[in-house]
């Protein structure tokens, strides 16, 4: 992109979405208190009493969750989307959006974030800007991602990522605003992963409007990845120190709201261990000059799903969240707080809590941010987890035998739905590497990409498979999680005692309950991803079906 483009791009959304106002955001303190106490004086923020500089607010029940339905990747080739996202003509959807857009932003101020997804001074972080017409949004940009002088003045020089952003309700003179405007029948989140574009029109929240995470850091940088060779990954990155005093990285990938957050903030419940967080929901890893694997976090804060965070869960969330904090749908009680479902009964509550109810906060308020997470290079990967919600069949974990298998695990991970996506709680759904809403480009070409990365790599990271979620027959959870996740991976760190089954090294330590290889649900699970893996046609790597295969065999003689 040609310098200056940063300026000739705003005036042309400016003539398209006419707004009464343009504001650049300078990523201030000060800039976050003006637009936070505006939004209090209108009603659409409300000030917490009992935490400084926080606020709660609630979105129009039509817009809780993103929006897969409404979401498209406008490759110039269908098949370069895949089967697993909506593809639409790139020229038809860009008519359609100007549809859209034209007007949109009437009454209303057009905020321009510049905005850098990594560290300002590292080589792996991207630009972007987003231009948008929701202060909520701004707010909240403000904490997720870094934003400053700096960034503004390296938008105006260098390429970035172009996002726009509409809440889609233009005012006429007079017309009142609602408290939280949006306008969920036309809402679309469109993708061009060529032009490094996003359009998103209609909806107010989360992962639809804070264009910096999902459709960034994740749909256009996994295409991004594809082409520059690396990784864009729906992953948690934690340090982890064993009591003698050597660190490890591992990243960690789950499907939406399975407890990613929890995972990276983890208090460990055996002394002597230590776990600080690099990131609880992003990571970019690249191959170093060294040959392993590094990652960096995109994101400078948390949007975490609140429902069943608390001091037993998640102690380190509950400290980071005492103050500059934004908490979106849940419960605000009468004495100027939020509520959620898990902490202490709290009876005067006034709105209920939604279950994809959320709060953004900085994620240098976390007391284990772990400071390497400002390195320009990343940190090194030792370990790569994958895990869903399984009542059956997976283990609480299991080490495969090469990278082909751990790439075998990924495309294979399933989980039970969720609130943080609109649609059915509850049922088993396929989520490839966690990726299946946020993959940029074709999933069969994705897995491939994955293969080829542990070509460029001397010393891949050992990947493993874990579930905390396995029930006994009288649907009882097994395992209790959480701080009591440590166990887990201290054998990751360590992975001494392991029993060779079909499907992978397991340890011989835990219960069997937790770690037994049922051959018929195996039997199951294979011919189940049979079926799914047909729908990548000949994009399916022969050398994922040489898995599959490997993995029957072997079935047979264990
Ligand atoms: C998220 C999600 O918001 O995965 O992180 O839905
Ligand atoms: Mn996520």
């Known amino acids: 992109m040609k310098p200056n483009d940063f300026h000739s791009w705003i005036d042309s959304v400016r003539t398209l979405c006419r707004p009464d106002a343009v504001h650049v955001c300078d990523g201030s303190r000060a800039e976050f208190d003006r637009i936070a106490a505006e939004m209090v004086r209108a009603g659409k923020l409300t000030a917490l009493r009992q935490r400084p500089r926080s606020f709660w607010c609630q979105s129009d029940p039509e817009d809780v969750a993103r929006v897969e339905e409404d979401t498209y990747i406008c490759s110039i080739h269908p098949d370069d989307a895949g089967p697993t996202n909506q593809w639409k003509d790139p020229e038809e959807m860009r008519t359609v959006m100007h549809r859209l857009f034209s007007g949109c932003m ?40 870094r934003m400053g002088p700096e960034v503004l003045a390296r938008c105006e020089q260098e390429p970035f990522v172009r996002g726009l952003h509409s809440v889609g309700v233009p005012l006429q003179p007079g017309q009142p605003d609602p408290a939280w405007p949006c306008n969920p029948k036309h809402r679309h989140i469109v993708h061009f992963p060529e032009t490094r574009e996003i359009w998103s029109f209609g909806s107010g929240y989360g992962g639809n409007a804070l264009l910096g995470k999902k459709c960034h850091a994740l749909r256009i940088a996994s295409a991004v990845a594809r082409d520059e060779g690396w990784l864009a990954e729906h992953m948690l990155i934690l340090g982890i120190t064993n009591p003698a005093g050597k660190k490890k990285y591992i990243a960690a990938a789950f499907p939406s709201a399975c407890g990613k957050t929890n995972l990276a903030m983890l208090q460990p419940s055996v002394p002597g261990w230590k776990i600080e967080c690099v990131g609880d929901d992003i990571a970019w890893m690249h191959v170093g000059a060294d040959g392993q694997l590094w990652a960096i976090n995109p994101e400078a804060g948390y949007f975490g799903v609140a429902p069943g965070t608390s001091m037993q869960t998640n102690p380190n969330a509950m400290k980071t969240l005492t103050h500059d904090a934004i908490f979106t749908n849940t419960a605000l009680t009468q004495d100027g707080d939020i509520w959620w479902d898990g902490l202490p009964p709290q009876p005067l509550k006034i709105a209920s809590c939604h279950p994809n109810s959320r709060f953004t906060v900085s994620a240098k308020q976390c007391p284990i941010y772990d400071s390497a997470a400002e390195n320009p290079q990343g940190v090194p990967i030792s370990a790569i987890l994958f895990g869903g919600r399984r009542n059956t069949t997976i283990p609480l974990v299991m080490e495969s035998f090469s990278w082909a298998h751990g790439v075998f695990y990924g495309a294979s ?103 037994n290889i049922d051959h018929a649900e195996w039997m199951h699970e294979i011919e189940e991803l049979e079926r799914y893996f047909a729908l990548f046609g000949n994009k399916f790597p022969k050398e994922l079906s040489a898995e599959l295969q490997a993995l029957k065999a072997r079935l047979m003689v264990y």
């Open 106 to 145: 009437q009454g209303r101020t057009m905020y321009i974030i510049p905005y850098c997804m990594g560290p300002v001074r590292s080589e792996h972080s991207q630009l972007g800007v987003e231009i948008t017409d929701s202060p909520y949004v701004v707010l909240n940009m403000h904490l997720m991602t």
């Open 413 to 515: 991970l399933s989980s039970e739905t969720t609130a943080a996506a609109k649609g059915e709680l509850g049922k088993l759904r396929h989520d490839p590497f966690a990726m299946l809403p946020f993959c940029g480009y074709h999933m069969g070409d994705y897995f491939d990409h994955w293969l080829w990365m542990g070509q460029k790599l001397v010393k891949p990271p050992r990947i493993y498979a874990v579930n905390w979620f396995r029930k006994s027959a009288d649907g009882k959870y097994l395992w209790p999680g959480f701080g009591e996740n440590i166990r887990v991976l201290e054998w990751v760190f360590e992975p001494t005692n392991a029993q060779k089954t079909a499907v992978g090294n397991v340890p011989q330590h835990f219960d069997s309950a937790l770690t």
